[in-house]
């Protein structure tokens, strides 16, 4: 079992930034795809932006050139920094982690983000 911590959530205005942050239990040495999802208020949860362990990255049409996913695998990390918030950026972020092929699929506790305007 890996356990995912996440941290960064908060309360900000509209055009404000904020950083969150995801930390793994372990080393995962498997190829893995690191990312974060949301999930508003009577809404679906969403893919925000993904990271595969060689570097590759996704994200949602909606953050494109706002938000911007790293990470950091000696630290077990993946990070998302977030610029420019819009109030429909309010919901619970989720940090995820798959290790390939269909080894694990880790969720963290998700952490609220809040952009007021």
């Known amino acids: 079992q890996v356990y995912l911590v996440e941290s960064g959530g908060g309360s900000v205005q509209a055009g404000g930034s904020l950083r969150l942050s995801c930390a793994a239990s372990?080393?995962?040495?498997?190829?893995?795809?690191m990312g974060w999802y949301r999930q508003a208020p009577g809404g679906q949860r969403e893919l925000v932006a993904h990271?595969?362990?060689?570097?590759?990255?996704n994200y949602a049409d909606s953050v494109k050139g706002r938000f911007t996913i790293s990470r950091d695998n000696g630290k077990n990390t993946v990070l998302l920094q977030m610029n420019s918030l819009k109030p429909e950026d309010t919901a619970v972020y989720y940090c995820?982690?798959?290790?390939?092929?269909?080894?694990?699929?880790?969720w963290g506790q998700g952490t609220q983000v809040t952009v007021s305007s």
């Open positions: 995820n982690l798959k290790i390939l092929p269909n080894v694990g699929d880790y």
């Open positions: 372990e080393s995962i040495f498997r190829i893995n795809v």
């Open positions: 990271m595969v362990s060689g570097g590759a990255t």
